[in-house]
């Protein structure tokens, strides 16, 4: 996913010449591209991401639509603070990029984890909150970052994510169909934000070969939101969330916030005690139960349970 968004910060670059891009000492292998070829529009400003952001803020109060790009927790909570005072009250135009989302990282421990970021951004005011679920999302959000310059996060996955779907243009709507029912009327509704997509679209499949329709959405906008945003989603009286985020304050709580009465839900999240494990993104994503399996038993609980929430 992150070749995806420098190859469109790119080709955005080359038609909006305000678009710049800081990066906090990192992104080698990724960023060379841009630096060379924009090299008056590139910065480094080393392991200094609160100095970074204010930087950034600088330069946006002087006409510049400023891209800061670093791993997951670091452009995020560590700036949590600049992003609110110096970003978001005066609505400038800085998108901080955030590269690593959810578990991607996970080799690195609980220190790289970006589980908490969704919770932690989306009560700023003015922000736009993406969180594309492929390259083709990624590349997508550019797009329309690029000509919607304002106060803004992308969440963005590591490396090596599979295209899961095909997008047009840069709408950038908050859902979309990625797999429609196959087998007769769904009440069903898998709910995805991210590239954990590709969980839900495998629940999905399996469930089809079973006789059990179920349509999968992907939910790249995050904020702004409200009822009407998730109108689709609606139709479906039961509906399975995958995030790879805690449950507080992210997609899951985002969606029973806005939620009309009657809707019941079941989300595959983060749990908050997964602080200790360190291995790969499949593996913490099986330690979390983020899986096939489980959205499974998340359908199966319903019955079991028919008036929880």
């Known amino acids: 996913m992150r070749t995806a968004f420098i190859q469109e910060l790119i080709r955005q670059a080359r038609t909006h010449p305000r678009i710049f891009l800081v990066v ?3 992104g080698y292998s990724v960023v060379e591209p841009f630096a060379s070829e924009f090299p008056d529009r590139f910065l480094n400003a080393g392991v200094a991401e609160q100095n970074m952001t204010s930087l950034a803020a600088g330069l946006a109060s002087e006409g510049w639509h400023v891209f800061t790009y670093s791993i997951a927790n670091f452009p995020t909570l560590r700036c949590l603070e600049q992003i609110r005072n110096d970003v978001c009250y005066h609505r400038l135009p800085v998108t901080v990029v955030a590269v690593g989302a959810g578990l991607a990282y996970g080799n690195l421990g609980f220190s790289h984890h970006g589980i908490h970021d969704i919770a932690a951004l989306r009560p ?3 922000l736009t909150l993406l969180s594309p679920a492929d390259p083709g999302e990624a590349a997508e959000a550019v797009q329309w970052l690029a000509e919607n310059p304002g106060p803004s996060y992308l969440r963005l996955g590591k490396a090596g994510e ?15 169909v990625s797999k429609p029912a196959s087998a007769g009327p769904a009440s069903i509704a898998f709910a995805a934000t991210g590239s954990v997509l590709s969980v839900a679209l495998e629940a999905a499949e399996r469930l089809a070969a079973q006789g059990q329709p179920v349509t999968v959405f992907s939910c790249s ?3 702004p939101a409200d009822r009407e945003a998730f109108a689709e989603l609606w139709k479906y009286p039961r509906i399975v969330t995958f995030e790879e985020h805690v449950l507080a304050g992210g997609f899951g709580s985002l969606l029973r916030e806005l939620a009309p009465d009657g809707i019941r839900m079941r989300s595959l999240i983060v749990p908050e005690t997964l602080t200790s494990v360190v291995g790969s993104q499949e593996y913490l994503r099986t330690q ?3 899986t096939v399996d489980a959205a499974i038993r998340a359908l199966e609980s319903f019955s079991a349970s028919p008036t929880t929430r």
């Not at 295209?163 to 908050?174: A, D, N, R, W």
């Open 162 to 176: 599979k295209t899961l779907h095909t997008v047009q243009g840069s709408s950038l709507g908050p859902i979309r």
């Open 221 to 223: 906008r995050l904020k």
């Open 288 to 290: 979390a139960g983020l």
């Open 24 to 26: 906090g000492d990192l």
């Open 124 to 126: 700023l005011p003015n």
